[in-house]
């Protein structure tokens, strides 16, 4: 049996993006996906620039408090706050 880390049928086929307008995949780095958030005026008119820049706040504030902890203590991080 496959592991989750390389099984990939969950993919969308290229097929399917193209019929979705899809033309980008999602971001493997928070910072990086961050940046592309705070430029999106899309999201901020949906969402409200105000609730946009809470998020970016409250993320980056995670960032820089995980950047503190060894990978045991992220793990455990994250693992309660589910």
Request: proline letters at 2%; glycine letters at 4%; one cysteine or more.
């Amino acid at each position: 049996m496959a592991s989750t880390a390389t099984k990939r049928e969950d993919r969308l086929s290229d097929e399917v993006k193209a019929e979705l307008g899809v033309t980008e995949g999602l971001h493997n780095d928070l910072e990086e996906a961050l940046e592309v958030l705070k430029a999106d005026p899309t999201i901020k008119e949906a969402l409200g620039e105000k609730c946009v820049e809470a998020y970016l706040a409250h993320k980056s504030f995670e960032i820089k408090e995980a950047r503190k902890m060894t990978w045991p203590e992220r793990r455990e991080m994250i693992v309660t706050s589910i």
